[in-house]
């Protein structure tokens, strides 16, 4: 499995510089990288919360699981990263249409994927461009304090020692910070 971020947005965001009016960014983004938010709670009670049934990670990475997982989390973060980002809103369809592009993206990738370490690289020196060339302008300062407080924490989580863990904890800390960082700012 590639890197949750940048890595995986390297197989869906070229789609909006191709068809700019076709495909949301944010969604695309986001949705690539949605399946790995469930392993933020690896260790906890929320990694299985429902008896009998597979763990909230593995329910994120089946195909039914774009639509219970992936579908309505890019949702709700895209409209939180709306808040962070100066983008365009583009209408819900589009929106619908490219969070399952992503999260779909996100599952086959994770299957195909023969060697973590490679994939990881190639996607993310695909990945990195594309991003700044889509998000550079818009880009907001972090909240230090939020992101220095979790830096603290990360290590003290459970589940830290697993690298997917800890690592989609980070992606979701720097979303957090920025979020913060963004409100801060436009605050009067
Ligand atoms: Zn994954």
Redesign the pocket.
């Known amino acids: ?1 590639p890197a ?1 971020f940048p890595s995986h947005a390297a197989a869906v965001l070229g789609l909006k510089f191709w068809k700019p009016r076709w495909f949301d960014g944010i969604a695309l983004t986001v949705g690539s990288a949605a ?2 938010f469930a392993y933020a709670v690896d260790g906890t009670w929320f990694e299985a919360p429902v008896p009998d049934w597979p763990p909230l990670y593995a329910i994120a ?1 089946s195909w039914y699981g774009i639509a219970l997982w992936g579908l309505p989390v890019t949702l709700v973060a895209c409209w939180l990263t709306r808040r962070t980002f100066e983008q365009d809103r583009p209408d819900v369809w589009i929106t619908t249409a490219s969070a399952v592009i992503g999260t779909a993206s ?1 599952v086959v990738w ?1 299957l195909l994927s023969p060697n973590d370490l490679a994939s990881s690289i190639a996607g993310a020196l695909i990945a990195v461009p594309l991003l700044a060339l889509h998000f550079g302008r818009s880009w907001p300062k972090p909240h230090w304090p939020t992101l220095i407080a979790g830096a603290v924490a990360l290590p003290f989580l459970p589940g830290a020692a697993l690298a997917h863990t800890t690592g989609s904890r980070i992606v979701l800390l720097t979303g957090l910070s920025l979020l913060i960082g963004r409100r801060t700012k436009t605050r009067p």
């Open positions: 499995m949750t399946p790995d990475h996100h994770d």
